[in-house]
């Protein structure tokens, strides 16, 4: 997994709970937590921070990932504002990951390995995505999804009809996007 990755569940975490806690973890960890964003390191060391960070918090390690996802994307429109200021609204820009933000990814974080999604829109209204990776991570496309709805002050219920973690051939997820009501919209400072 990408440095960038490992950089972003620092901010989180730090900005959550601060900086000690994310030492505590590293500590609990054995890992030494020198990640520079364009380095790669093994999808492992994340599964043991999540791993420590869900005993710590006491939420189960696919609830922390989606939780981490949902934090981190107000950060990642602030380090990659220009994949963010061509949307005003959430569905365009999930399709835009495909088709340009996981593309670009690839060129400015060599040997990036991004997820590809398969879309499809049902007739009641909803996109379904499907999400193709090796790895196990479509608990963090959830919460991406969400936190990409709360930053163009939307919000996305997602519903995971399909998991590999649950013995399905693939991860599926159901997005259904709608406006904030205007009393629940939390300004982000963007
Ligand atoms: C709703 C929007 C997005 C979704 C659903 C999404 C989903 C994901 C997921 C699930 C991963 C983990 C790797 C995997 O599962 O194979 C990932 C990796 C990554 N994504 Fe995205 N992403 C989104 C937007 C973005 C944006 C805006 C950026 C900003 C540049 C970004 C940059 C990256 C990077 C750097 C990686 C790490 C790749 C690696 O470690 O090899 N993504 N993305």
């Known amino acids: 997994m990408k440095g960038i990755i490992f950089n ?5 975490v730090s900005r959550h709970h ?7 973890f590293l500590d609990e960890t054995g890992l030494d ?3 520079t964003s364009l380095g790669t390191y093994p999808d492992d060391d994340l599964g043991r921070l999540v791993q420590t960070i869900s005993i710590a918090f006491g939420i189960p390690p696919r609830e922390c990932v ?3 996802g949902r934090e981190a994307m107000p950060l990642l429109a602030k380090r990659y504002p220009v ?3 061509g949307h005003k609204t959430t569905l365009p820009f999930i399709y835009s990951v495909n088709s340009i933000i996981h593309p670009e990814v690839r060129k400015i974080h060599p040997g990036a ?13 909803a996109l379904l995505l499907g999400y193709e990776s090796p790895r196990p991570f479509c608990a963090l496309a959830e919460g991406f999804i969400e936190g990409a709805a709360n930053y163009f002050s939307e919000t996305a219920a997602v519903e995971h009809l399909r998991c590999r973690s649950k013995g399905d051939p693939e ?4 997005i259904r996007v709608h406006a904030m009501a205007t009393a629940d919209v939390v300004p982000l400072a963007r």
Request: charged content about 25%.
């Open 8 to 12: 972003l569940l620092e901010d989180v």
């Open 18 to 24: 601060g900086e000690a806690t994310w030492d505590k």
């Open 33 to 35: 937590g020198a990640y």
């Open 66 to 68: 989606r939780w981490f």
């Open 83 to 85: 994949f963010f200021t």
């Open 113 to 125: 390995n991004c997820p590809v999604f398969r879309f499809e829109e049902t007739t009641d209204g």
């Open 171 to 174: 991860c599926l997820l159901s």
